[in-house]
């Protein structure tokens, strides 16, 4: 028994002595955690993977203005409207504009996903980005935060490619769980528009930009944990499968007065991104299949009770193959990728946002959720949504909506 608690404790990061004792937060009862099913042995090894303390409470998205139809892109490339709706299920897309970055996009997910949960910018106390396409290299999330009115929050950049958002509300879950902070801004954003090679038609029909942002608060002792298991995974023998990879040109150092080359060095340059779209496809179909049945395990949920299915928005085949094995019918399958392509990091809120607006999602839903990519990363998460929901104007998809506090 001492044995066992001690290896629970270790799990959460706790340990008996003074130190850490009085880190332990009051209102988070390690005896209440939900652990995976028979998982003592994985928690030894592996760390909790059941519940986390942390719930998804509002949803914000943005896309830019300009938008592009595969009817414009085949008058651009040598492409066609009928290939790329029956290949990848995609008939339109939105890309940034010169002048427009996005940070821009990110700072208008996260203001609405506030709004939308009803929470002040102040409250918050972590903002993530997930990007692998920020304005600077150095990151976004302060910067985002900063505009959004998030003064008291610590802002990081998370890079995980189009697992981006999966990973980022894994890490901000952890920080909720302890109780070291308490209310999370989760922002998912990317702008591969400016990273495809608009000349190579078996990539730039397939990206968007967009973004995405989650509220993420601590569970307190009366509520239900929200992200009822996750599960991540990362190899990166497969990144010559997906990657955008720096080739810089290189520089002399040179002393003039001599003419002698002091140093060789590289200018900051990137080559497009690179993909081998076949391995990519076959490793989707794959592994997202397995890590969602880890999530769900993880949840102690059955498949039968997952409400949604929110993959990551990269091909209508992709999800539909990953729904067959997983035994979920598409009626419960959430997509807007005929709408925006694949946004990489961003498509999973950005999806999320749009069934929460239609009213498809409502509050107490299950969502199994996935991301897969680039690194090659994958990642899922089940987790139930706790957002207010919205009145929905006749016509739209859900006639019956209550608006919640
Ligand atoms: O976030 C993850 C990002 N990446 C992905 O999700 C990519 C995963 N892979 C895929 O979604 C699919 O592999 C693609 C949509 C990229 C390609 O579909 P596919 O069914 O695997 O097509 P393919 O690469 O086998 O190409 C079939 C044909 C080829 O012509 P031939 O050799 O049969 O004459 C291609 O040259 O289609 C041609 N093709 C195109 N034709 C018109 C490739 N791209 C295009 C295009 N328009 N845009």
Known sequence: MAVALFTLFAAVGWSPSPLHRRSVPTHVDPSTLVLRRGASAVMHERGIRGALRARLVGVGSAAPEQRVDNHQLARVVDTSDDWIVQRTGISARHLLAPGEGLADLGIAAATKALQHAQVEAEEVELVILASSS?????????????????????????????????????????????????????????????????????????????????????????????????????????????????????????????????????????????????????????????????????????????????????????????????????????????????????????????????GRVRNGDVVAMAGFGAGLSWGAAVVRWEGPEVEVESGQEVEEAVAVD
């Open 134 to 358: 920020p304005d600077d290299m150095f990151g976004d999330a302060a910067h985002i935060a900063k505009e959004v009115g998030c003064k008291n929050a610590a802002a990081f950049d998370l890079t995980a490619a189009c697992s981006g958002f999966m990973f980022a509300v894994a890490t901000a879950a952890q920080f909720l769980h302890t109780g070291h902070h308490r209310t999370a801004l989760v922002v998912g954003a990317d702008a591969l528009s400016r990273w495809v090679d608009w000349s190579d038609r078996n990539t730039c029909v397939l990206f968007g930009d967009g973004a995405g942002a989650v509220v993420m608060k601590t569970a307190e002792a009366h509520q239900r944990p929200g992200v009822l298991g996750y599960e991540m995974r990362s190899d990166g023998a497969g990144r010559k499968n997906l990657n955008l990879g720096y080739q810089g040109p290189s520089v002399h150092l040179t002393d003039e007065a001599e003419g002698e080359v002091v140093a060789e060095v590289t200018k900051g340059e990137y080559q497009p991104i690179g993909m081998n779209g076949k391995k990519v496809y076959q490793f989707a179909t794959s592994k997202a299949p397995q890590v969602l049945r880890e999530a769900i395990d993880a949840a102690g949920v059955k498949v039968e009770d997952i409400d949604w299915l929110l993959l990551h928005q990269a091909n209508i085949r992709i999800i539909e193959i990953v729904a067959e094995k997983l035994g979920i019918p598409m009626s419960k399958v959430l997509t807007n990728l005929e709408e925006h392509g694949n946004t990489s990091a961003g498509t999973i809120p950005l999806c999320l946002d749009d069934a929460v607006k239609q």
